[in-house]
């Protein structure tokens, strides 16, 4: 069985980091585009940050560019997203999710693994 399963949330300040872990079991993704995605209350899911097969090519959500960063350790089957300065604007449940291409993939319907989710929740 196929598992995705994220960790590393909690509660934090504003200004503060938080690193998000996300291990596969079940099969290997070292082919496939990497992704992480989030929720906020009453909002649609949306993209947050991803990262190609190799992890030498990464894109990111405008907001969080140059605060988060994603990365991946295809030895653990592991992706990770660091977040440093946190607002509470990126208060949501965040999800990581394996891709149907290698390539840094976008939109939803690219990926079709998903993790359960774990909360971030960044207080003033």
């Known amino acids: 069985q196929v598992q995705l399963v994220e960790s590393g949330g909690g509660l934090v300040q504003a200004g503060g980091s938080l690193r998000l872990s996300c291990a596969a079991s079940g099969r290997t993704f070292s082919s496939s585009g990497m992704g992480w995605f989030r929720q906020a209350p009453g909002k649609e899911r949306e993209f947050v940050a991803a990262i190609n097969w190799s992890g030498n090519n990464t894109y990111y959500k405008e907001s969080v560019k140059g605060r988060f960063t994603i990365s991946r350790v295809d030895a653990k089957n592991t992706v990770y997203l660091q977040m440093n300065n946190l607002k509470p604007e990126d208060t949501a449940v965040y999800y990581c999710?394996?891709?149907?291409?290698?390539?840094?993939?976008?939109?939803?319907?690219?990926?079709?693994?998903w993790g359960q989710g774990t909360q971030v929740t960044v207080s003033e």
């Open positions: 999710a394996a891709g149907n291409k290698s390539g840094v993939l976008i939109f939803i319907s690219t990926y079709y693994y």
